[in-house]
């Protein structure tokens, strides 16, 4: 047990270069990598249940405690992102697939890895979970209205299957997480450690599913795809940031709100997309996923510093108190 412990632990800290890994081997060994593709849902609805198990009530009292910021933080995830997706793809004029792509990461939830980024951030954990919960719980109705409304036009979709999809492989599993962790807290406790490993290799060998399905796609569109990826991704760190900055949020909150809306559940958006549209739909999520973990680990280290040099100065703690708690994670990479 000690040392899984260790390796769950390793993979937690290196989780961004194993996503990059499994982005590789979907390029090196594509037709293997590709046999994964028909696992895409059950392996999200593994890593939702992990979700879950990790999850307790008291992490929802930030909404009692402190509602303006949940509101906030909310609000900015279902406005921002899917809007940037949409105006990012039609300002560099993606084919209609990759557009749908970029619409489905912008409409999903939080990113899994969220909470850790925040919390290597120095940022409002509680407020972090709290958002990644909440997004989580409000997308069967939230990302399929919100495809309905900005790829509607583009292509054809089915509102309804993408309701049914999101609450087998998302509501569903978070739901039954919980659930086992109020009947059987104990022994939940003692595996809760190890779920790095379930998390981050699920998100690894759905990138490498969705990569090995586009090997050709990567290779011919994959630069420009990227661009769209980084742009989505750079500016809703920044507006998230400023949505939270505008609203009164102290700094903390507002470091919480940024990575909750810069990161996405691109494996539900993964899933979606393969599921619903074309597998080439899938790619902005694939690459996302790779990206959104290297940013958000690069933007943490800055903020990380940025806190420790100002605890050392003559000014330390002026604007560094957390709105809600700032505890451990209890959310997965």
Do not use: C, K
């Amino acid at each position: 047990m000690a040392l899984l412990t260790r390796i769950a632990d390793a993979t937690g800290r290196w989780f961004a270069a194993l996503i990059l890994i499994g982005l590789v081997a979907g390029l090196v060994v594509p037709d293997q990598a590709a046999q994964l593709s028909p696992s895409v849902p059950l392996l999200l609805g593994v890593i939702m249940f992990g979700m879950g198990l990790s999850l307790r009530p008291a992490d929802f009292a930030i909404i009692v405690t402190h509602p303006r910021a949940v509101l906030v933080g909310i609000a900015a995830q279902y406005t921002i992102m899917p809007l940037l997706g949409f105006g990012v793809a039609w300002a560099l004029d993606l084919p209609a697939l990759l557009t749908v792509g970029m619409i489905l990461v912008g409409a999903a939830p939080g990113g899994t890895a969220s909470n850790v980024i925040v919390y290597l951030a120095r940022g409002d954990v509680a407020l972090s979970v709290a958002m990644t919960s909440i997004s989580t719980l409000l997308a069967p109705v939230l990302t399929p209205l919100l495809v309905l409304w900005l790829a509607g036009s583009t292509l054809p979709v089915d509102g309804a299957g993408l309701v049914v999809s999101i609450l087998q492989v998302v509501l569903g599993p978070v739901l039954a997480g919980l659930l086992v962790r109020l009947v059987a807290t104990r022994l939940v406790e003692r595996v809760l450690p190890l779920l790095p490993l379930v998390s981050v290799g699920g998100i690894v060998l759905v990138v490498a599913a969705v990569v090995g399905a586009n090997s050709e796609s990567v290779l011919s569109t994959g630069p420009i795809v990227a661009l769209a990826v980084i742009l989505h991704n750079g500016m809703g760190l920044a507006l998230g940031y400023g949505a939270a900055r505008l609203t009164g949020l102290p700094e903390t909150a507002r470091r919480a709100v940024s990575v909750e809306v810069g990161m996405q559940n691109s494996g539900l958006a993964a899933t979606l997309a393969a599921g619903h549209f074309a597998p080439l739909a899938a790619l902005p999520a694939a690459l996302f996923s790779v990206w959104h973990n290297l940013s958000g680990a690069l933007l943490a280290t800055y903020w990380a510093r940025r806190t420790l040099a100002a605890e050392s100065g003559p000014d330390a703690g002026a604007d560094s108190g957390p709105a809600a708690g700032d505890g451990p994670s209890t959310g997965t990479p």
